[in-house]
């Protein structure tokens, strides 16, 4: 069984920045792609970034790329998602999710493991 927690976000400014924090427990999360995903109310589950076991390769959306980051640090079983230069739109809870695999890709059926998620909210 591996446990998910999700912490760092927020409500910030349009152009402002966050930085979202999920630590794994209960199995080598090093061994295992991770991912972001978000819901915006009354839309679906929507990829955003995703990194593989040793955190070499990263995938992100066509619609945060340049602005987000995911990265990971196997030492302390956490990985991260910065979040720069937020816009209105990007206003949704945000879920870390645990790949049974190296890599994880985008589709959020290729992930077993969800946390529970944070909301971030951007506004004036």
């Known amino acids: 069984q591996v446990h998910l927690v999700e912490s760092g976000g927020g409500l910030v400014q349009p152009g402002g920045s966050l930085r979202l924090s999920c630590a794994a427990s209960g199995r080598t999360f090093s061994r295992y792609g991770m991912g972001w995903f978000r819901q915006a109310p009354g839309k679906e589950r929507e990829f955003v970034a995703a990194?593989?076991?040793?955190?070499?390769?990263?995938l992100s959306s066509d619609s945060v790329k340049g602005r987000f980051t995911i990265s990971r640090d196997n030492a302390k079983n956490t990985v991260f998602l910065q979040l720069n230069n937020l816009k209105p739109e990007d206003t949704a809870v945000y879920y870390c999710?645990?790949?049974?695999?190296?890599?994880?890709?985008?589709?959020?059926?290729?992930?077993?493991?969800w946390g529970q998620g944070t909301q971030v909210t951007v506004s004036s």
């Open positions: 990194i593989d076991w040793s955190g070499g390769i990263t």
């Open positions: 999710a645990w790949s049974p695999s190296a890599w994880g890709g985008v589709r959020s059926a290729s992930y077993n493991y």
